[in-house]
């Protein structure tokens, strides 16, 4: 499980908001050295998610919306469309055929314990956290 560069970029975006002021995409691209394009299309998730608002027009551009303090990491994930999981089989839906024709699979039980662990240490760091200096 790596934290993609999607979600590398919506952190850097969620820095530059920080302070709680108005920013175009042009200038959080420039300051977090993102591109433009990919910067805009991640401010959109991040607006679904209710993380940012996006105001439009000639004085618009983006601000926080959401308390980072109470937004974890997993949180992030989840809004940008990442899966944490660490192998196929734990996607719901996941069609094993040693599973189907053993009736289980201890390699299965055994990620499904180290995927509970992970997802529960996604969600004990919040942004806050994670994007405060130290």
């Given amino acids: 499980m790596v934290i993609t560069r999607e979600t590398d970029y919506a952190l850097r975006i969620l820095r530059a908001l920080l302070d709680g002021e108005l920013h175009t ?3 959080i691209a420039q300051a977090e050295l993102l591109p433009q394009a990919f910067a805009y299309k991640i401010l959109k998730k991040l607006e679904k998610a209710g993380l940012l608002e996006i105001l439009r027009g000639t004085a618009g ?3 926080l919306a959401a308390d980072l303090s109470r937004t974890s990491l997993y949180d992030l994930m989840t809004a940008i469309g990442e899966h944490s999981s660490l ?4 996607e719901p839906g996941y069609d094993c055929s ?3 024709s053993h009736g289980g699979c ?3 039980c055994r990620l499904l ?8 240490e996604l969600r004990a760091h919040t942004l806050q956290e ?3 200096d130290p």
């Fill in 25 to 27: 995409v042009g200038e």
């Fill in 113 to 120: 314990e180290i995927q509970r662990k992970l997802d529960a």
């Fill in 61 to 63: 551009g983006c601000r």
């Fill in 106 to 108: 201890g390699v299965h």
């Fill in 98 to 100: 040693w599973r189907s």
């Fill in 87 to 90: 192998s196929a089989c734990m």
């Fill in 130 to 132: 994670i994007l405060s």
